[in-house]
């Protein structure tokens, strides 16, 4: 008697499971059993159809089947655009040029202070959409954009609500979202001359009731120069692991300040960026397992020359991670694979690095890892079906979207 379950992919000409980071786990001619949106099977095509039976069957012949991929860092709620500041980039002003004029984070927070929370969900559903459609199943998301008690609630409750009401409540139809709480992205205008007044604020004020509320799973900072600087960062992340939130860094982007050192003295989760990091940094990060999540979107669009050095990271032993850094100054793009394409010409990583850091390695960044990041028996059942002969094909055929089937916990998206 074979088994009944609710889909099954089969013949994919590679399965690519991500369950042995080494050397993926590809299963050629391989398939995948589906029931109650979690993973029952995973197998040879031949084995899986003789033990499994399925009123849905997808054919995936000449294609690739991957675990859906994984954007552990972005910014995907806030309202207009920056395409004006993208043109004065390109004429030579630097971010912090922008940032000093009173454009960069800051006309974004102008904006999302003046929207309803209504008006951000509508703005961020447009985009949740196209990530979906680029083969993202999970994604962790940020506030940071409001940068008063009000408006950091406002884009939590809006990112909650995205998502179906809860933390780790499924909307099959796009990205599951993993909440960040980073009122500590910039100074706001009203306390530009008392930074220690509005670290008071996140501290005392914001984080209980981000805590108490239950609006994230973590608590980042833009550990920044002449932004949070190294004592600030310590402060406001210590209050947050004291009410029970994990915590990340935006760590060495710019300035060497030591952030991948804090970020190891924490026990952070991750370390996020990374352009500058010392080789003290490195060692201590991976003593303490902290994942280095690599954004090399925003030095690719920033048009910097010096990338994240993920070779001599991921030399060093060090876990690596890839994100979109999702945003709308420095990183505007919802496509992992156009990520994963710049990580392997402008880092060195090899396709299948970047697809284990774009999945199981990015899973580890948010706690995730039992549930999601690889095709194994037991796991949630997000996955997707490449129009493609091999997972190398993702990185390599860039800047089109390859992507034919997404399934976000056993449910088909065409
Ligand atoms: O990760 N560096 C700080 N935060 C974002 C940029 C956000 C913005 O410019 O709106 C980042 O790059
Ligand atoms: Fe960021």
Sequence with gaps: MKKQVDLIIANARELVTVSRSAELGIIHNGAVAVKKGRIAAVGASDD??????????????????????????????????????????????????????????????????????????????????????????????????????????????????????????????????????????????????????????????????????KLAEFCDVFCEKNVFEIEDSRRILKAAQAHGLGIKLHADEFAPLGGAELAAELNAVSADHLMVISDEGMRRMKEKGVIAVLLPGTTFMLGLKSYAPARKMMDAGLTVALATDFNPGTSFTESLPMIMSIACVKMKMTPAEALTAATINAARAIRKEKLIGSLEPGKQADMVIWDCLSYKHIPYHFGVNLVDKVIKAGKVIE
């Design 48 to 213: 899986i159809l003789k033990s499994y039976s399925s009123r849905k069957v997808i054919d995936a012949e000449d294609k690739t089947v991957t675990p859906g991929l994984i954007d552990c860092h972005t910014h995907p709620v806030f309202m207009g655009d920056r395409a004006d500041e993208f043109e004065l980039k390109l004429k030579g002003a630097t971010y912090q040029q922008i940032g000093a004029a009173g454009g960069g984070i800051k006309s974004t927070v102008r904006k999302v202070r003046n929207a309803t929370k209504s008006e951000l969900k509508a703005n961020a559903l447009k985009y949740l959409n196209r990530f979906i459609r680029c083969g993202t199943t999970t994604m962790e998301a940020k506030s940071g954009y409001g940068l008063t008690t009000e408006d950091e609630v406002k884009m939590l409750e809006a990112i909650k609500e995205l998502n179906g009401g809860a933390i780790g409540a499924i909307n099959s139809e796009r990205p599951e979202l993993v909440p960040t709480f980073l009122g500590a992205h910039e100074i706001p205008d009203e306390y530009r001359n008392n930074k220690a007044g509005y670290v008071d604020l996140i501290i005392q004020e914001m984080i209980p009731l981000v805590a108490r509320r």
